[in-house]
Antibody, heavy 121, light 111 residues
């Protein structure tokens, strides 16, 4: 079945880096756009980053621009999020989500279970 | 602070109808960008509930419906059930931010 599984979360000190992965299965990864979305404890959803089907187009939320990098390896069915210069406010559950790239505003049609990132000294 | 505003909470008795508003602006909903709705049950990942204003993915009951008017969108739940207790988020695209945006979220409580 269609599945997205995030990994790589953990506790990290402010200013350090972390790399998240999202392994997908059950569909043709290279035909879908992909997003990262995060949710701080007790808070709402915040879109983080998007990559196109071939990885050539990338968009970022202003809150992470210049610090986070989204990438994908279509040969390994895996999405990545490289997070540098982490701040306390980056503490959140990070979800990867699939986007069939139809319509005008993205559609997050399948979500992973999330991985927790805690930035604390 | 999200550019899409939702009421923090709504409640209703079993069987009743509740609606959740999603208020945007001319740079998102009013610009013609599609609106989608997500349901997040406690302790779980969000799930796509409604896409392109009023389309349901396979498996979503027809008790859920969406609509749009001007710079706002709405989600309606008819025949409210205990299993509908969850957080609900609208989502669209904002041309001013050049990014995807979520609403502030609404908690639905079944009395």
């Amino acid at each position: 079945q269609v599945q997205l599984v995030e990994s790589g979360g953990g506790v990290v000190q402010p200013g350090r880096s972390l790399r998240l992965s999202c392994a997908v299965s059950g569909f043709t990864f290279g035909k879908y756009g992909m997003h990262w979305v995060r949710q701080a404890p007790g808070k709402g959803l915040e879109w983080v980053a998007f990559t196109s089907v071939d990885g050539n187009i990338k968009n970022y939320a202003d809150s992470v621009k210049g610090r986070f990098t989204i990438s994908r390896d279509n040969s390994k069915n895996t999405l990545f999020l490289q997070m540098n210069t982490l701040r306390a406010e980056d503490t959140a559950v990070y979800y990867c989500a699939r986007d069939p790239i139809v319509g005008t505003s993205g559609t997050f049609d399948i979500w992973g279970q999330g991985t927790m990132v805690t930035v604390s000294s | 602070q999200s550019v899409l505003s939702q009421p923090p909470s709504v409640s209703g008795a079993p069987g009743q109808r509740v609606t959740i508003s999603c208020t945007g602006s001319s740079s998102n909903i009013g610009a013609g960008y599609d609106v989608h709705w997500y349901q997040q049950l406690p302790g779980t990942a969000p799930k796509l509930l409604i896409y392109d204003y009023n389309n349901r993915p396979s498996g979503v009951p027809d008790r859920f419906s969406g609509s749009k008017s001007g710079t706002s969108a709405s989600l309606a739940i008819t025949g409210l059930q205990a299993e509908d207790e969850a957080d609900y988020y609208c989502q669209s695209f904002d041309s001013g931010l050049s990014g995807y945006v979520f609403g502030t979220g609404t908690t639905v409580t079944v009395l």
